[in-house]
């Protein structure tokens, strides 16, 4: 079993940058899918990068070329630095882990089932 805690959101302008943290504990990161989705009141959660126990990195449409994930074993932690910040970007950003087979995709929610207690991220015009 792996816990799940994020860090270092915040407050931004837009145009600036912020890099957020997801520490695991009990398991390690690199032995699971791990992935940032996000979330708004109202809205479904939504995907927004994934890394797998291979390397392989994907991204969401929105943030392909601004956001970049990124896993540090030694430290068990997984980052999803974000630039170029606009103000559709504030959201609760969660932190997930799971089994995925290579075949599927890394996208859906219910490809994980451990999940962190997420960290806001404001964007202001």
């Known amino acids: 079993q792996v816990q799940l805690g994020e860090s270092g959101g915040g407050l931004v302008q837009a145009g600036g940058s912020l890099r957020i943290s997801c520490a695991a504990s009990?398991?390690?990161?690199?032995?699971?899918?791990m992935a940032w989705f996000r979330q708004v009141p109202g809205k479904e959660r939504e995907f927004v990068a994934a890394?797998?126990?291979?390397?392989?990195?994907y991204y969401a449409d929105s943030v392909k070329g601004r956001f970049t994930i990124s896993r540090d074993s030694a430290k068990n932690t997984v980052y999803l630095q974000m630039n170029s910040l606009k103000p559709e970007d504030t959201a609760v950003y969660l932190c997930?882990?799971?089994?995925?087979?290579?075949?599927?995709?890394?996208?859906?929610?219910?490809?994980?089932?451990?999940w962190g207690q997420g960290t806001q991220v404001s964007v202001s015009p």
């Open positions: 997930a882990a799971g089994f995925i087979l290579r075949s599927a995709s890394v996208i859906a929610t219910q490809q994980y089932n451990h």
């Open positions: 009990g398991r390690t990161v690199s032995n699971y899918e």
């Open positions: 890394i797998r126990r291979s390397g392989s990195t």
